[in-house]
């Protein structure tokens, strides 16, 4: 599947912040619990930081306690790309924005407390977050 959202090397860095760009474009990680939305309640919407692609909603947001906003689902199965990967000597599957193939973070099975049994851990950097209207 070819993304939607197609810019140069140049281009991404050039729109995006040396950290930004490092874990959107090179599939780096934020520090755990140094992201803008681990904690965060606000109601609303996840988009992708580098396109705008509505990814996530908040009450699909939970308390994993891993260092990083966690999410049981993304908000259709076609808003995002789950790829295997086998970097840092582990088997993980990693969450990549389907309109721009931008890393997020990763999907884990080890979430029997949510509806779907999955903790899609997202990197904050990754994301902007729209609040619902008040």
Request: charged share 25%.
């Amino acid at each position: 599947m070819s993304a939607q959202v197609d810019k140069t090397d140049e281009q991404w860095r050039a729109q995006l912040t040396p950290e930004e760009y490092q874990v959107l474009r090179k599939a780096g990680t934020e520090r755990a619990f140094t992201g803008e939305y681990t904690d965060t309640k606000t109601k609303g919407v996840y988009r992708c930081r580098a396109c705008g692609a509505e990814l996530f909603r908040s009450d699909t947001k939970f308390d994993s306690h891993c260092g990083w906003p966690s999410f049981f689902s993304p908000l259709a199965g076609d808003r995002v790309i789950l790829r295997q990967d086998g970097s840092l000597f582990m088997r993980r599957t990693e969450v990549l924005c389907a309109n721009c193939h931008s890393h997020l973070g990763h999907v884990f099975d080890d979430a029997p407390q949510t509806p779907t049994g999955d903790r899609y851990c997202i990197n904050s950097i990754s994301l902007t977050l729209e609040s619902d209207p008040a």
